[in-house]
């Protein structure tokens, strides 16, 4: 049995936490002494792992205390999913500073943080529904929308910024080049993978779209660099010429 200030040296949470969680049933001691101490066994110390790691993915106290102290609680499929959100939070932060080298690598002096903007998103979500809402594209992307959770969202969204960078540090080069083929070729298998169907005319369609003025298009142009925008129509009408379907 380790006391209050035992389990606080060994795990680094601090006593008045350990009181803390003891007041809200989070994680009461496995005995009280009759002196009044708290002694904590290895059952509690367990315990008190999986809510330590529930805290890294910012779960908030009550939502860990629900999970834990459901009659159905599985300790083992906890640490699966834990697993499983501590691999797409490393997922992002790889798309990140894929992103943040990127742009670096393109020499963009200032980050304008509204490009990280989710009202934007929106925005834009709402003119393609009001465009598009009826078309068989548009209800794919709803359906495969539907099927993701929030964080799968944001990963993609990270991703889509990051595929920009990538493009605007090739957008100097002859839209015919290999290597800025391969970028729309892998643009068009993600839009295909994550939001529906692109077709040669869809994804010309897209292209002219980026290029066409407005917020998209600065939207592209603060991302990957002035003329990122049109490079990628550029690219996308070589790609349709010589992609038969």
């Known amino acids: 049995m380790l006391t ?36 904590y066994d290895d059952d509690a110390l367990e315990r008190l ?10 779960f908030p106290l009550k939502d860990i205390a629900n ?16 697993v499983e959100l501590f691999q797409m939070r490393i997922e ?34 709402r003119k393609a529904r009001e ?3 009826k078309s068989a594209e548009w209800k794919e992307y709803e359906a495969k929308r539907a099927s993701r959770t929030d964080e799968q969202d944001r990963l993609l969204s990270a991703e889509w910024m990051n595929r920009i960078a990538e493009f605007g540090a090739l957008r100097d080069l002859p839209a015919e080049d290999e290597r800025v083929q391969e970028r729309i070729r892998a643009l068009r298998a993600y839009i295909t993978e994550h939001m529906y169907t692109c077709s040669v ?3 010309r369609a897209l292209g ?4 066409g003025g407005g917020e998209m298009t600065q939207y592209i142009d603060r991302v990957g660099g ?6 990628m129509y550029r690219a996308i009408e070589v790609y349709a010429a010589s992609t038969v379907e």
């Open 4 to 39: 209050v200030k035992q389990v606080s040296e060994r795990t680094g949470v601090s006593v008045r936490t350990l009181h803390h969680y003891h007041k809200i049933g989070l994680l009461c001691p496995s005995e009280i002494s009759q002196a009044g101490y708290r002694l």
């Open 49 to 58: 792992q999986i809510i330590l790691l529930f805290r890294a993915l910012d």
């Open 67 to 82: 999970i834990l102290n459901r009659p159905d609680f599985d300790r083992n499929e906890a640490l699966t999913k834990q």
């Open 92 to 125: 992002h932060l790889n798309n990140l500073i894929t992103l943040a080298n990127g742009l670096k690598a393109i020499g963009v002096r200032h980050l304008d943080f509204t490009d990280f903007d989710v009202k934007k998103i929106d925005e834009y979500e």
């Open 131 to 133: 465009r598009y809402g």
């Open 201 to 203: 005319v869809t994804l």
């Open 208 to 211: 002219r779209m980026y290029a």
């Open 226 to 231: 002035e003329g990122t925008a049109e490079a």
